[in-house]
């Protein structure tokens, strides 16, 4: 049995760095629209960047919509048909988003088929294969590890857009971002998982789907899972969009307002590098300490940080601590969450149950990023959206308190 665990063990490493690929090609290419907001609605919409926002809220919207679907693809199909699809969409999205000139092209491109294509290409489905096949003593070591390597796109992305729209109009940048997806045709292979891999996981509460789906809506500690990941997607979303433009407009400098931009998408590409190690840090914190309170100290300090920085001047050393800090605090919450869903339900339904956790966090997003951009276009500012984001911190701080980690009564009493 040890040499059979051992083996197991070796044979997570291309799952893992495949996984973690792919997240970080998902998540790095989105990242990037923050610096097109501004450019894009310049050129197509005479400077108005509702329309796009609206285009961006719609791909939180449809990527948070499409998870449980594409969740229940990976759990019935099989995982990599599930990614192929995504990874369809997502190319077919890019493109059309760097070719159109409409509001409706827009919201088609960059809005629903990039939201389905991040949908099967992010955590919903890779972090299930990755549940999966880990053995269960060491679920949350793999979870923690492929999302830290998936934060790695998010540092290099944001970089890169940032030194190509020096060279670049907005639309071949898009074209040369969109290229990036493609080492994804090389990762999806190596998502296998071995049949006999659920014998090693230790976990009684493999019941069957639906016996999990419906007990999950009927559990209060998954509702508040779901209810807490909302905000996350919701202070993840609005500072990924609006950041560059935030700063553009209300950073104390002398830089240009291209240079400006540069400086947010930078800041951003600080937070993705932050994370990982913040991601490692809560995951081995969620070893450590109970996984709810952990989630409770990271959305309290989200909140905090946002107090301070909104307290102040931004310059160009303030807008770089707080991205450093809260991106410490960024995808943090992931491998947190997601744990305690194989907790609460077993690895067998984890595509179609963090697909709902997810949808949550994606209607987070929505708001996040479509509230942001009415409010510039309407007041010139982002402080009402500033002070959601901390009331909504401390809210999901607390409900995360109430949080219980262990196999929900349901699925126990379906399995005794």
């Known amino acids: 049995m040890e040499q059979q665990k051992a083996a197991f063990d070796r044979g997570m490493m291309p799952i893992v760095m495949a996984g973690g690929i792919i997240l970080a090609l998902a998540f790095g290419v989105r990242s990037i629209f923050g610096g097109v907001v501004e450019p894009l609605s310049e050129s197509l919409f005479d400077g108005r960047i509702e329309i796009f926002s609206i285009s961006i809220a719609i791909q939180n919207l449809v990527w948070g919509i499409a998870q449980p679907a594409f969740g229940a693809i990976a759990d019935k199909f099989g995982d990599r048909r599930a990614l192929w699809i995504g990874f369809v969409c997502y190319v077919l999205g890019m493109l059309i988003c760097a070719s159109g000139s409409t ?16 949908s099967g290409t992010a955590f919903g489905i890779v972090l299930a294969v990755v549940g999966r096949a880990s053995p269960e003593n060491k679920r949350n070591h793999y979870l923690g590890i492929t999302s830290a390597i998936g934060s790695v796109g998010q540092v290099v992305m ?19 971002i969109t290229a990036a997806l493609l080492p994804m045709l090389v990762c999806i292979p190596q998502l296998r998982v071995a049949s006999n891999s659920h014998l090693l996981s230790g976990n009684s509460a493999e ?15 998954y509702l508040l899972l779901n209810m807490g990941f909302f905000v996350c997607g919701f202070h993840l979303a609005f500072i990924t969009a609006h950041l560059p433009n935030y700063v553009q407009y209300f950073c104390v400098s002398s830089a240009t307002a291209d240079e400006l931009r540069a400086l947010g998408l930078q800041a951003l590409a600080l937070a993705g590098f932050a994370n ?3 991601t490692l840090i809560a995951t081995r914190l969620g070893s450590l300490f109970p996984k709810p309170y952990v989630l409770a100290s990271i959305y309290a300090l989200r909140a905090v940080v946002i107090v301070i920085f909104i ?5 160009p050393t303030s807008l770089m601590i707080f991205a450093l800090i809260m991106g410490v605090l960024w995808l943090s919450t992931v491998p947190l969450t997601s744990a305690l869903v194989l907790t609460m339900f077993g690895s067998r339904s984890m595509g179609t149950l963090f697909g709902f956790v997810f949808l949550s966090h994606q209607l987070g997003s929505f708001f996040g990023v479509w509230l ?45």
């Not at 307290?311 to 310059?315: A, G, K, N």
């Not at 010139?380 to 809210?395: E, K, M, P, R």
């Open 276 to 278: 990982i190690f913040g």
């Open 207 to 221: 019941v069957p789907v639906s016996i999990a789906v419906k007990s999950a809506f009927g559990h209060n500690s």
């Open 158 to 176: 944001p970089l890169l857009a940032s030194w190509l729209t020096e060279w670049l109009d907005w639309r071949l940048m898009l074209v040369v």
């Open 311 to 315: 307290s102040q001047p931004v310059t």
């Open 372 to 416: 942001g951009g009415a409010s510039f276009d309407r007041y010139a500012s982002y402080d009402q959206v500033w002070y959601l984001s901390i009331f909504l911190g401390l809210i999901s701080a607390i409900a995360h308190l109430f949080v219980i980690e262990k196999p929900a009564p349901e699925v126990l009493e379906k399995t005794a």
């Open 103 to 118: 509001p409706f092209a827009q919201h088609l491109g960059a809005g629903v088929l990039v939201g389905m294509g991040v």
